[in-house]
């Protein structure tokens, strides 16, 4: 059995995982013909393929979440660093007059106000993209350090 990084390993569940969509593609594709027409593969065998590379990718996904539980830690929060910013990005920093119409000369110019200006959204966006930068590189290092056996089901 081959020894892979766990980098090796996160690309190659990634190929595994788009030859089944692609295996199912071509199952949905051909399995209806006419009689007078001939399919491009063997259904059956598609569907054996299919399998095959279906257990593959459970004992390579567990593989990787096995080698992942010592710095766990580090992929979750690298996850909610993400989606903080995320949400940072979406928040309204408008702060410009609107013109309320109203009845005759009524009408009002109200001020849109903020509690956390776009220079103060910035700044939290600088540092969490640093731990962002930190979290990543420190998963990075683990996934090219870390082994785990596998024998790839893929040509």
């Not at 103060?120 to 969490?128: D, S, V």
């Amino acid at each position: 059995m081959a020894k892979i990084t766990l980098a090796q390993a996160l690309k190659e569940k990634n190929r595994i995982a788009g030859q089944i969509r692609v295996l199912w593609e071509d199952i949905q594709q051909e399995n209806s013909r006419r009689e007078d027409e001939s399919r491009a593969i063997d259904i059956r065998e598609t569907l054996e393929t299919i399998e095959l590379y279906t257990e593959k990718l459970v004992e390579l996904k567990t593989k990787i979440a096995i080698a992942n539980t010592g710095h766990i830690g580090n992929i979750f929060r690298l996850e909610e660093c993400k989606a903080k910013m995320a949400k940072l990005t979406g928040i309204n920093t408008d702060e410009t007059t609107v013109n309320m119409p109203g009845y005759g000369t009524n009408g009002k110019q109200i001020l849109r106000n903020v509690v956390i200006t776009q220079q103060e959204i910035r700044g939290m966006q600088g540092k969490l993209q640093s731990e962002c930068n930190k979290l990543q590189d420190a998963i990075d290092d683990y996934n090219a350090r870390t082994r785990i056996d596998f024998e790839t089901p893929l040509p």
